[in-house]
């Protein structure tokens, strides 16, 4: 199995692809600047690559349920210098996080070589263009309804079975737009338009989505449905969030994205080399 995002290819099987979070938003404490946000953001990415980050995701908006929206403008002054700076002076690839096909395509032309598209739920196909001219790699996401609304009353009648139908469906229209399956990552979107329920459902059954024959991404770092089934705060959830990543690469899964990158190396290091072992 090949991932294609631009000049960067990735064979599979290989050691699990650990993707960082850089989230360029502003800090309400300190009004740096946009410079000093800038700067901020390129440290944090090299600490991350230090500490053995495959890949960088570089994200403008915040995606939790009820976020407020940002203009297309404002978004593209936060990751656009952050894309370019990285790129230039940085191996690792960078991907970045955005509904919108126009920064998708600015951040392409920075240097990006992934768009991680939360929004693949979309009915239009500018993004696809987009991603499809580029020869990027593309992230399709999973979620029911939009960050505003989708926590509001998630309903599935069996949210493996609908998933995977979203995946196949998505596959086929994006073959339609030009991207081809070499160019596809799939996830199930854990959190997006999920109850807690849904979300350890979607996790127990990662093994059913291998079908599809892409890699497999998964996000679950610090999210909320791990503070309702255990109470825990945002800073207290790395052991979970660390488990999930564990049955993740047990179950088939290739790229997991996460804030806290040494940690996780560490644990999926540990689980690679238990499951090499493994007899059936
Ligand atoms: C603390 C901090 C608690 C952040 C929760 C969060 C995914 C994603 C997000 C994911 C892909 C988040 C952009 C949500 N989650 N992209 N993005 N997959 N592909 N919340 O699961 O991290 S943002």
């Not at 500490?51 to 915040?62: C, H, K, M, T, V």
């Not at 997006?192 to 459902?201: A, M």
């Not at 052991?239 to 997991?256: K, R, W």
């Amino acid at each position: 199995m090949l991932l294609r995002a631009r000049q960067f290819e990735f064979q599979f099987p290989r050691p699990t692809l650990i993707m960082g979070i850089v989230n360029v938003t502003p800090d309400s404490f300190s009004d740096g600047g946009r410079f000093f946000e800038t700067d901020r953001a390129v440290a944090h990415a090299c600490t991350l690559a230090a500490q053995g980050a495959d890949l960088l995701d570089i994200g403008g908006e915040s995606t939790r349920p009820g976020a407020e929206p940002v203009s297309e403008a404002e978004e593209l002054r936060r990751v656009i210098p952050v894309i370019e700076r990285l790129a230039a002076e940085m191996p690792t690839p960078v991907s970045v996080d955005t509904v919108k096909p126009a920064v998708a395509r600015a951040a392409l032309q920075a240097g990006a070589c992934l768009v991680n598209d939360i929004a693949a739920n979309r009915d239009d196909d500018a993004m696809w263009r987009v991603v499809a001219e580029a020869g990027a790699g593309y992230v399709c996401m999973h979620m029911q309804g939009t960050p505003q609304t989708m926590q509001a009353n998630p309903v599935y009648a069996d949210v493996c079975r609908e998933v995977g139908e979203f995946f196949g469906d998505r596959l086929r229209r994006l073959e339609e737009c030009g991207v081809t399956p070499e160019q596809v990552v799939l996830d199930v979107g854990i959190g997006f338009g999920k109850t807690l329920e849904h979300n350890l459902q979607l996790l127990a059954g990662l093994r059913r989505f291998t079908c599809w024959q892409r890699p497999l991404l998964l996000g679950v770092s610090r999210k909320s449905f791990i503070g309702k089934l255990l109470g825990a705060e945002t800073p207290e959830r790395l052991p979970a969030s660390l488990a999930c990543a564990a049955l993740a690469v047990a179950n088939g899964v290739q790229i997991i994205r996460t804030h806290d990158v040494a940690e996780t190396v560490q644990a999926v290091r540990m689980t690679e080399a238990m499951l090499e072992r493994q007899t059936k």
